[in-house]
Nanobody
Framework: QVQLVESGGELVQAGGSLRLSCTGS????????IGWFRQAPGKEREFVAG???????AYADSVKGRFTISRDNAKNTVYLQMNTLRPEDTAVYYC????????????????WGQGTQVTVSS
């Protein structure tokens, strides 16, 4: 049974930093692309960042230069380091695992975590 568990979300002031973690089990973690998505109230789920099995990365324009995705396959974990947070980054953040190289597409991912809440106060 595949399971993805996110952690690290919390309330932070604008300009602050957080590191989210996504830990997987029940899959050959290193062979999967892992994506981070977020969903704010009343909005669609949107791509934030992704990392392929070969460590190629991709970012949404809105987070480039502020967020960094990385992976530690020995720990079956992908991290999302978020710096210079803004109120508009407030959302539930989800990680997902998939086989396709098209990291920005929701349809790429067959497995999803339950999400972790990030709230950025102004």
């Amino acid at each position: 049974q595949v399971q993805l568990v996110e952690s690290g979300g919390e309330l932070v002031q604008a300009g602050g930093s957080l590191r989210l973690s996504c830990t997987g089990s029940g899959l050959t973690f290193s062979s999967y692309s892992i994506g981070w998505f977020r969903q704010a109230p009343g909005k669609e789920r949107e791509f934030v960042a992704g990392i392929r099995s070969g460590d190629n990365t991709a970012y949404a324009d809105s987070v480039k230069g502020r967020f960094t995705i990385s992976r530690d396959n020995a720990k079956n974990t992908v991290y999302l380091q978020m710096n210079t947070l803004r109120p508009e980054d407030t959302a539930v953040y989800y990680c997902a695992a998939g086989r396709s190289a098209l990291m920005a597409l929701v349809s790429t991912y067959g497995y999803w975590g339950q999400g972790t809440q990030v709230t950025v106060s102004s």
